[in-house]
């Protein structure tokens, strides 16, 4: 009696699995069945925009349905991952989500969504470091300069970002508590060119911004590089020194990367993820990534929640510097 009822258990636990198999094997073969959209949290013309628009093209050729680029800006991606979260499962809505969406998930206990919990993480596209500007006739020559004034004169030099808790403000905060420094925060909302315009007239200080943002400005002798915040030097500004060079152990380096609802099928995550893969290694993407002072960094599902997971306990402490 008990054999032919654990007989008929294995059975029955074989035709389940062979049940998920099989629901597993059609969803990846009915997939896509429609058009796709990338939803990302950040104006049009933004370094995640202009990457998901390269990206879509091959993207498109990779699934066979039409990729479309859905900018939904405000509240630092909140509104993005907001939305993105209550959509079905199916892996036709993906998001591209930034490093900043770590920084937030880890500082803002009143979010609507957890992070962890409501994303399936697909693949890493990009990752990038910030770099330090200041005016081309600043008295900084380099970041030495500026650290030493800031010891001498606590509170009084400026730094501008793209506005609180955002991961440029969070890097200088970081980077203020390594050195126990005291440094005037001044965040910036919508227009890029205004801290630019300021960093001229003298009423700011420095300013952390993106390479996307920067590169030009930089390369047309309107802005001047004083340190970057990967661990090294950036292989596509060699001549700028690393801030680790003045303070030991500083790392902050910044991300994108395709995630979609939690719970999308194993197989249609994977199809994603090779056809991501794909499309940021053909040669023309790549450059054109390059181009844009972004290191090509795909990865695995479980590549990418490992980084995650680490970044979240890199900003968590502090939680409190935003309240």
Do not use: C
Request: hydrophobic share 40%; proline share 8%.
């Amino acid at each position: 009696m008990g054999a032919t009822l654990q007989r008929r258990t294995v059975l029955g636990a074989g035709a389940a699995l062979a049940v998920v198999a099989s629901n597993a094997a059609r969803a990846q073969q009915g997939f896509p069945n429609r058009p796709l959209r990338v939803v990302h949290g950040y104006d049009a013309g933004s370094n995640p925009d202009v990457i998901a628009r390269h990206l879509s093209g091959p993207l498109t050729e990779l699934l066979g349905q039409q990729v479309a680029v859905e900018p939904k800006p405000g509240a630092a991606e909140r509104l993005a991952a907001a939305l993105v979260a209550r959509q079905p499962a199916d892996g036709h809505t993906l998001y591209l989500m930034t490093g900043g969406q770590v920084v937030v998930s880890a500082t803002d206990k009143t979010l609507q969504y957890d992070l962890l919990r409501d994303f399936d993480f697909i693949s890493t596209v990009t990752r990038f470091p910030f770099v330090l500007v200041v005016a081309p006739d600043s008295r900084f020559k380099t970041l030495g300069d500026y650290l030493s004034e800031a010891r001498r004169s606590p509170g009084k030099l400026s730094y501008g970002s793209s506005g609180i808790g955002s991961t440029l403000h969070m890097a200088m905060e970081l980077m203020r508590s390594q050195t126990g420094i005291e440094l005037l925060h001044v965040p910036y909302k919508g227009n890029p060119a205004q801290p630019i315009g300021d960093l001229t007239t003298g009423r700011l200080d420095l300013h952390v911004i993106t390479f996307t943002g920067a590169q030009p400005l930089i390369k047309a002798g309107k802005l001047r590089a004083l340190a970057v915040t990967s661990k090294d030097r950036w292989p596509f500004f060699p001549d700028v020194p690393a801030i680790a060079e003045s303070v030991p152990d500083f790392d902050v380096s910044s991300w994108l990367g395709f995630t979609a609802p939690a719970g999308v099928p194993a197989p249609v995550v994977e199809r994603l993820a090779t056809a991501i893969r794909t499309a940021v290694g053909q040669p023309t993407i790549r450059a054109r990534l390059e181009e844009l002072g972004n290191e090509v960094y795909p990865s695995t599902p479980a590549e990418f929640r490992a980084r995650v997971m680490s970044d979240f306990a890199k900003w968590k402490p502090l939680a409190h510097v935003i309240g």
